[in-house]
């Protein structure tokens, strides 16, 4: 007996998913058929979890619950298994031997209670190209998979992505349609919609009950003939009206009018519409408008202005001396406000300058000192002639400290470059692996000197990088430094790198160092903010480090996000949008 063929599987699918059958169902019946295509498997289905870096359980007949249930939940990591390796990197991962592979180390136990030696993972994509699930197989015996087992997981991962979209899809419409009958069927008033078309077509799309009320005609009339809207608008009133979404539609400015509308009873009431455009993609204007019924508003209005006719001189001016004394007194409390806050801002200033003018004084000071002594020594030639290797060690000396003068002065002119908005990038085509390793070169000596150890874990292949690649350095040398500088002997500095289409490009530095207190963590990133910031305190630093990246990454449209604890350590992320990686496949590269 054959096996089906992928046209008949896909049809039956599609026939689930019309019919409206559960996703968990259809998945299982993915599986269920692969099994059958290839003996000796298991199959399994992770779904990305939505607004979430973790795979949940999509469907998995064969394997049992309590392994189910321990992988549920895996997080998208380059070091978390097959599954959560491929929807990192959004490419296959084969594990001939999961007892061997570093992926699995946190999962071999799970693996051998289980009896499970090999596994593959396919990432599953959505039309547009993101990661939204995998296809893992799984062997009882080591081994790889040959190429035309390949070709029939990729088909049934293909029916995988069809059905997980199209639930998404199904889940997406249901909640916004959801959301928008409650909304309107809550709302003290009208809801419209319309469309205006390129040729200045309009059409009436949406609308709530409280139309028909008004109008006196039904919903599907009303859609059907939508002029039928404007036969109860007062006729001076309705030319307006008219103009005013029109202009509304043009400009793509939101407009808020007020007209009247007389019912069938002779009764008039006060509208105002408040009225958001937008433009869709095909250029196709949708107007999203809402009605109040302003009539008693308009009632209070006529009344209150009959009855200011009505007072006497006296009155009147009375009215006036206290609208002199009110003008007066908004006038003083204005005053006042001003000059707290303007009080309140010059000393914080004040304090902003003299911490930043004490740190600047003690960290030019230090190097400026050592350069003047050690040219003192030169010039009085203390060891010796020119040429004695304690010169060569001095003139070296000297060049450090003039380096650490140099980046402190730098720092404080690329921040102010930055503040300014003076400052580009210059982007181009980046080789991560070679960016990270030149940082780490240059301190190496550092870490040496430190006695920390400065680690590098960064897959083999990466895609390029669209970004300034000198600002790129730059961030990575400052989280790197800092990340050495608050870190005592014998402690690890790690750097990471990973890429996935929907958590965009990853940098990670993570340290075993002392930490910051959670409290501490938005001082640290504001402008020459340092958790200590006394005198004499152990740690030189102008504080820019960290407000420096941060402002460099945004200006890349990223992040830069700190997770610390005290006696621990910190990890710094600093995260690229996705929109600046090439999107080609990673066998390519």
């Given at each position: 007996m054959t096996s089906p063929s992928s046209s008949i599987l896909q049809n039956s699918i599609i026939r689930l998913l019309a019919q409206g059958e559960r996703l968990n169902a259809v998945l299982a019946e993915i599986c269920e058929s692969l099994e059958e295509r290839l003996p000796n498997i298991k199959a399994a289905i992770l779904i990305v979890a939505p607004n979430s870096d973790r795979l949940i359980h999509g469907s998995a007949p064969s394997l049992p619950d309590s392994y189910i249930q321990a992988i549920n939940g895996l997080p998208i990591s380059p070091s978390s298994g097959s599954c959560g390796t491929a929807a990192a990197l959004g490419s296959r991962v084969i594990t001939p031997d999961i007892m061997i592979d570093p992926k699995w180390r946190n999962f071999i136990a799970l693996a051998r209670t289980h009896g499970i030696r090999a596994c593959w993972s396919e990432p599953i994509f959505s039309g547009n190209g993101v990661v939204i699930?995998?296809?893992?197989?799984?062997?009882?015996?080591?081994?790889?998979?040959?190429?035309?087992?390949?070709?029939?997981?990729?088909?049934?991962?293909?029916?995988?992505?069809?059905?997980?979209?199209?639930?998404?899809?199904?889940?997406?419409?249901?909640?916004?349609?959801?959301?928008?009958?409650?909304?309107?069927?809550?709302?003290?008033?009208?809801?419209?919609?319309?469309?205006?078309?390129t040729d200045n077509k309009k059409t009436l799309?949406?609308?709530?009950?409280?139309?028909?009320?008004?109008?006196?005609?039904?919903?599907?009339?009303?859609?059907?003939?939508?002029?039928?809207?404007?036969?109860?608008?007062?006729?001076?009133?309705?030319?307006?009206?008219?103009?005013?979404?029109?202009?509304?539609?043009?400009?793509?400015?939101?407009?808020?009018?007020?007209?009247?509308?007389?019912?069938?009873?002779?009764?008039?009431?006060w509208f105002r519409l408040l009225v958001q455009p937008r433009r869709r993609s095909d250029n196709v204007t949708v107007c999203d408008a809402l009605g109040l019924d302003i009539t008693d508003h308009m009632e209070f209005e006529r009344r209150l202005e009959e009855s200011q006719r009505e007072l006497n001189a006296k009155f009147i001016e009375l009215q006036r001396t206290k609208g002199r004394l009110e003008v007066q007194t908004n006038a003083l409390i204005r005053t006042t406000d001003e000059v707290t806050k303007a009080r309140d801002m010059a000393e914080d200033a004040s304090r902003a300058k003299s911490e930043f003018l004490s740190n600047m004084s003690h960290e030019l000071r230090t190097p400026l000192n050592a350069i003047m002594g050690f040219s003192d020594i030169i010039r009085e030639q203390t060891f010796g002639p020119v040429g004695s290797t304690k010169y060569r060690d001095y003139a070296r000396d000297i060049n450090d400290a003039g380096r650490h003068l140099l980046e402190l002065i730098n720092s404080v002119l690329d921040f102010s470059k930055i503040e300014s908005g003076n400052e580009e990038l210059f982007e181009e085509w980046i080789n991560v692996q070679d960016a990270i390793q030149s940082v780490t070169r240059i301190l190496h000596d550092q870490a040496q000197r430190s006695d920390v150890s400065l680690a590098i874990e960064v897959p083999e292949k990466l895609p390029p990088l669209f970004a300034d690649e000198q600002k790129l350095r730059q961030i990575l040398i400052n989280l790197l430094?800092?990340?050495?500088?608050?870190?005592?002997?014998?402690?690890?500095?790690?750097?990471?790198a990973w890429y996935s289409a929907s958590g965009g490009y990853v940098f990670q530095v993570v340290d075993t160092g002392i930490g910051i207190a959670l409290e501490d963590i938005p001082k640290a990133l504001g402008l020459f903010g340092q958790v200590d910031s006394a005198f004499n305190r152990?740690?030189?630093?102008?504080?820019?480090?960290?407000?420096?990246?941060?402002?460099?990454?945004?200006?890349?449209?990223?992040?830069?996000?700190?997770?610390?604890?005290?006696?621990?350590?910190?990890?710094?992320?600093?995260?690229?949008?996705?929109?600046?990686?090439?999107?080609?496949?990673?066998?390519?590269?």
């Open positions: 699930g995998t296809l893992a197989i799984y062997r009882t015996e080591v081994g790889t998979p040959e190429e035309p087992e390949i070709k029939i997981a990729n088909e049934f991962k293909d029916l995988a992505s069809l059905a997980i979209q199209h639930r998404n899809s199904i889940d997406a419409h249901t909640e916004a349609h959801a959301r928008l009958s409650s909304l309107t069927a809550n709302i003290p008033g009208i809801v419209l919609q319309w469309t205006f078309g799309t949406f609308m709530s009950d409280g139309v028909s009320e008004i109008s006196g005609f039904s919903r599907d009339t009303l859609i059907q003939s939508p002029k039928l809207l404007l036969r109860n608008i007062q006729p001076e009133d309705r030319r307006d009206l008219l103009r005013a979404l029109d202009q509304c539609a043009l400009s793509g400015e939101p407009v808020t009018h007020d007209f009247r509308v007389k019912r069938d009873t002779g009764q008039v009431l430094s800092n990340a050495l500088k608050f870190t005592d002997g014998g402690g690890t500095v790690t750097v990471t152990r740690y030189e630093g102008t504080g820019l480090g960290l407000p420096l990246s941060k402002s460099l990454a945004e200006m890349h449209g990223g992040s830069l996000d700190i997770q610390s604890q005290i006696d621990v350590g910190t990890t710094v992320t600093v995260r690229f949008p996705s929109e600046r990686v090439i999107r080609k496949s990673v066998e390519s590269l």
